[in-house]
C-alpha cells in the first residue's frame, strides 16, 4: 500500500533557529500533500495544503511566512519552521493519497515532534 | 463549517469487552469518512474507510458504520484486547476533491489485562 515517510521524527532546536521537516511519498505520487499540527490531547489541525509545483494553501490564522512550504517534486514536500519558538513545539504530521489508484483513503507520515527551547 | 464530534473522549474497558465509539459530523456533504489508530507519539494507521455510498466497512474485529443522513458513524471492536489500547480518530473528507480530512478529536481507549 501507499507509504508515507515523514523525518525527522523528532527534533530539538534552539530558540530563533529554523527547522526542515519532509514528508516524502515513497510509492506513489502526490500533487497534493497536507500539513497537520496536534498539540497534546488535540484532534489534528490542517495547517496547510502543499500543491506539487505551485504555492501552499494556508488556513486561516497559519503565518505562511514561519511556516515554509515547498513542494518541488511529485513526491516531497517540506516544511520549515522558521525562527522557532517555544511556542511552536508540537507534533507535526504529513499526509498525502494515492492519486494514481482507485484508493480513496489518505496514508499518514509517522509525525515529527519538535521541541523547541 | 464542518464539525466533528467523538464521544466518549476516553474509556477504559476490561479486556475480551466489545465496545462502541461514536462519531458525529455536522455537514452530510461528504466524500467519504475514515477511522484511524493512533499510538502515543507516533503517526495515524489507516484502520477503515467508509465511502459516502456504503453503509459499513469490516476489517478482522473492527466494523465501522456510516448513516450519512443522521451524520454519524460508529466503530465497533469485538472481543479488546490490551494491544487496542490507543487513541482513535474519525475524519471526514468533503466532497470537493483535493480536500484534506477534518478530524475528531479522538476517543482515547485503554484495555486492561
Known amino acids: 500500500g501507499a507509504v508515507v515517510s515523514q523525518h525527522p521524527s523528532w527534533v530539538i532546536c534552539k530558540s530563533g533557529t529554523s527547522v526542515k521537516i519532509e514528508c516524502r511519498s515513497l510509492?506513489?505520487?502526490?500533487?497534493?500533500m497536507f500539513w497537520y499540527r496536534q498539540f497534546p490531547k488535540q484532534s489534528l489541525m490542517l495547517m496547510a495544503t502543499?500543491?506539487?509545483?505551485?504555492?501552499?494553501?494556508?488556513e486561516q490564522g497559519v503565518e505562511k511566512d514561519k511556516f515554509l512550504i515547498n513542494h518541488a517534486s511529485l513526491t516531497l514536500s517540506t516544511l520549515t519552521v522558521t525562527s522557532a519558538h517555544p511556542e511552536d513545539s508540537s507534533f507535526y504530521i504529513c499526509?498525502?493519497?494515492?492519486?494514481?489508484?482507485?484508493?480513496?483513503?489518505?496514508?499518514f507520515g509517522s509525525g515529527t515532534r519538535l521541541t523547541v527551547v | 463549517k464542518q464539525e466533528v464530534t467523538q464521544i466518549p473522549a476516553a474509556l477504559s474497558v476490561p479486556e475480551g469487552e466489545n465496545l462502541v465509539l461514536n462519531c458525529s459530523f455536522t455537514?452530510?456533504?461528504?466524500?467519504?469518512l475514515q477511522w484511524f489508530r493512533q499510538d502515543p507519539g507516533k503517526g495515524l494507521t489507516s484502520l477503515l474507510l467508509?465511502?459516502?455510498?456504503?453503509r459499513e466497512q469490516t476489517s478482522g474485529r473492527l466494523n465501522a458504520s456510516l448513516d450519512k443522513s443522521s451524520g454519524r458513524s460508529t466503530l465497533y471492536i469485538a472481543a479488546s484486547q490490551p494491544g487496542d489500547s490507543a487513541t482513535y480518530l474519525c475524519?471526514?473528507?468533503?466532497?470537493?476533491?483535493?480536500?484534506?480530512?477534518?478530524f475528531g478529536k479522538g476517543t482515547t481507549l485503554s484495555v486492561s489485562s
Open positions: 510509492d506513489f505520487q502526490a500533487t497534493t
Open positions: 502543499s500543491n506539487e509545483g505551485s504555492k501552499a494553501t494556508y
Open positions: 467508509i465511502q459516502s455510498s456504503q
Open positions: 475524519a471526514v473528507r468533503l466532497i470537493w476533491a483535493g480536500t484534506a480530512l477534518i
Open positions: 455537514d452530510s456533504a461528504i466524500y467519504n
Open positions: 499526509s498525502a493519497r494515492d492519486e494514481g489508484t482507485s484508493s480513496y483513503g489518505y496514508t
